[in-house]
């Protein structure tokens, strides 16, 4: 009987540990021995789930370290947004996880395709194939979007050592494989108890594996957007397989309860959310404060009328103005500015996602500790001329991002403000994310319907489908769909009507209204100096689009669009966030802030006056590198590997789908 194939070699493959979902011995035998009777499908299936949910020591180096500071969700870290690196970060836990969940969805699509004994399995297992190689599909573009090339079952020979194909030929694969997949789904066909429990995400429900392919299909496809003049066939393709996938948005996860998500646990098991270290805080970062200030035009006063209104500013101030504390060499209209405050106007999803220093009536509160409130107000902003001098802050109610990219490594006047440079002060005076993410109150989500809806509004403005192929949505309709899906999500419907007509521009200059594509221009704000107490105003210019990488205004569809689904992925959809942002370049993203050279990083073209000529794809990280355990296990294949990335193994190799591949 055929054995089991080795995918990944020389990755520390862990024991299968191919327990039943009802607690059955393990299987000890040797994986790459282990015969493929004597497990079941679903079993090897549910440790590809479980193991690429990533225990906190794992989704702490990938989610926080990694595709959440791509994708400027946070930025506390100073990792990968300034293109740093660790190799025991990827050798010791990514990269094993990675591989072990596509060697073992592998495992399910072989036994699969095998003549159970069991009647039950008999009838299931035809539907077990397709599930298995959907599941990997997901698996193989989550590494392909992560580090490039990849290897594909289908260059398995049997030996031990697997070849890398190009990112281009990964694609063609993954989308085969969807597109065939969901054709041999028989949706008749019900799992009985024991194999419905192996499927964590949707109890192995023929129906709604289906909308999750074809969803994911168009969220692929769509990755392909940058292909139109540079690969003519491989772009047909993308928007063929698109068009296919979006033919019945029934079958695509389109609703509320269509749903991919999965329940998080709060301890260190593999179900353990990401983001629920205690010792992490998970800050707002000023690339989000940014977008979602005053976007929507939803007062706080309506969403919290129990925050004294002492502490909510005009919609038209900026905060204190600190220049000497913050470094203001980078494209961030509001640097320099602390806002002592709540802006009048925040996006609604703000406070559910963040919990605000010292919000006692939270809904998501989060307990920062006796010994941690002990020094609020304590830190603040020290003179240069006397140290013994400190502004004191007080943080309570304020909304303030924490700068992307600066560290006094390589800004040394920031060891004067003390208020990002320490856990406690962070605490005290930075939203952090709320108790439903870092308590693991909520569900994990891996495809929300909000994002078909934003993809099928992104189809219709690149003329991908009309449509009438879309069940008739126009290009507006879905959006506001998408954005009226992510509203219940939050829970925050009851201001949806509102929020989809303002005109309201957020601190980068777009308005949320579909068809309010005005461009913003400048403005007169206001502002406080905080070194003196004077009160001033400014004029306040927002970005220019045409210095973006996106290189067009920040009010046009596409702009609102991204925006928009920026915000509804967040805090779990942070690799999607990074890929749209390397494929379109937008939302808005600033260049990063220091003093001088980032040595010992990947961002090598970057230097201290880089953002007076506008944003550059050298900028902003474009991947993870590989393991050095891949050179060491395989050094030909890594070698390999490399030629078809077209570079070295750094951060900033783009990819082949990204917007960078294009301007490069």
């Known amino acids: ?66 595709w959440g500071e791509g994708a400027r969700f946070l930025t506390e870290k100073k990792h990968l947004s300034i293109g740093n690196y660790d190799d025991d970060y990827i050798s010791s836990f990514y990269y094993p996880a990675i591989a072990f969940s596509i060697n073992n969805a592998t495992l399910a699509v072989q036994i699969a395709e095998t003549h159970p004994d069991e009647v039950v399995d008999q009838k299931f297992y035809p539907n077990m194939k397709q599930f298995a190689r959907i599941w990997r599909a997901y698996l193989l573009a989550q590494f392909a979007d992560s580090f490039g090339p990849c290897a594909l079952p289908q260059d398995l020979t049997g030996g031990l050592n697997p070849v890398y194909s190009s990112e281009k030929d990964t694609y063609n694969y993954i989308l085969d494989e969807l597109a065939d997949a969901v054709k041999a789904i028989d949706v008749s066909v019900e799992p009985t108890e024991d194999q419905a429990k192996c499927d964590p995400y949707f109890g192995y429900d023929a129906t709604k594996w289906v909308k999750y392919a074809n969803s994911l299909r168009m969220r692929l496809s769509m990755r392909l957007s940058n292909l139109k003049d540079r690969d003519p066939e491989m772009y047909a393709k993308a928007v063929a397989q698109f068009k296919d996938a979006a033919a019945d948005l029934s079958k695509t996860i389109s609703e509320d309860a269509d749903i991919m998500e999965i329940v998080q646990n709060n301890g260190w098991d593999d179900y353990s959310g990401p983001y629920t270290r205690s010792y992490n805080q998970h ?134 403000n003390e208020l990002p440079n320490s856990s406690s002060a962070r605490l005290n005076n930075y939203p952090i994310l709320g108790s439903q993410a870092r308590d693991a109150k909520e569900k994990m989500v891996y495809f929300g319907p909000w994002e078909t809806y934003f993809l099928v509004a992104e189809a219709l403005e690149r003329q991908w489908v009309t449509p009438g192929e879309v069940g008739g949505f126009t290009a507006e309709k ?138 550059k794809w050298q900028y902003y990280p474009q991947r993870m590198r590989y393991p050095t355990t891949l050179d060491n296990a395989n050094p030909t294949e890594y070698k390999h590997a490399l030629e078809l990335l077209g570079g070295a193994n750094t951060t900033m190799v783009p990819l082949w789908w990204s917007l960078a591949y294009s301007q490069k």
Request: hydrophobic content about 30%.
């Open 478 to 615: 879905a959006y506001n769909k998408a954005v009226e899906l992510s509203f219940i999500h939050f829970g925050v419907s009851q201001y949806y009507s509102t929020y989809i007509t303002s005109t309201d521009y957020n601190r980068v200059g777009t308005s949320v209204a579909y068809n309010h594509t005005t461009p913003a221009s400048t403005v007169t704000m206001k502002y406080v100096d905080g070194y003196t107490d004077q009160e001033g105003t400014v004029q306040y210019q927002y970005p220019d689009g045409t210095r973006t990488l996106y290189g067009n205004q920040l009010n046009d569809h596409l702009s609102k669009i991204f925006t928009q689904k920026y915000i509804a992925q967040l805090p779990y959809l942070v690799q999607e966030c990074w890929s749209d942002y390397r494929r379109v370049g937008l939302p808005f993203f600033d260049i990063i802030a220091n003093e001088k050279m980032m040595t010992g990083t990947d961002m090598t073209e970057w230097d201290p006056e880089s953002w007076k000529s506008g944003q």
């Open 283 to 416: 800050c707002l970062s000023g690339t989000l404060a940014n977008l979602m200030t005053n976007l929507g035009g939803i007062s706080i006063q309506e969403q919290r009328p129990d925050i004294a209104a002492s502490y909510i500013k005009d919609a038209d101030y900026l905060g204190k103005r600190f220049e000497k504390h913050f470094v203001l060499n980078t494209d961030n209209p509001t640097k320099g500015y602390w806002m002592d405050g709540l802006p009048e106007n925040l996006d609604p999803r703000a406070l559910k996602l963040y919990y605000l220093p010292y919000d006692s009536n939270a809904d998501n509160t989060i307990d920062i500790g006796s010994e941690v409130k002990k020094y609020k107000g304590t830190f603040g902003l020290i003179s240069f001329e006397d140290e013994t001098d400190t502004i004191k802050i007080d943080g309570t109610y304020s909304w303030n991002g924490i700068p992307a990219g600066t560290t006094t490594s390589f800004s040394p006047s920031m060891s004067k």
């Open 1 to 66: 009987m055929k054995a089991i194939d080795k995918l990944f070699l020389g990755l520390s493959l862990f024991s299968l540990g191919l327990t039943s979902c009802s607690d059955f011995d393990e299987v000890n035998t040797d994986p790459s021995k282990t015969q493929l009777g004597s497990v079941k499908s679903y079993f090897a299936l549910n440790q590809s789930f479980s193991k690429i949910q990533m225990d906190p020591s794992t989704g702490e180096r990938v989610y926080v370290y990694n």
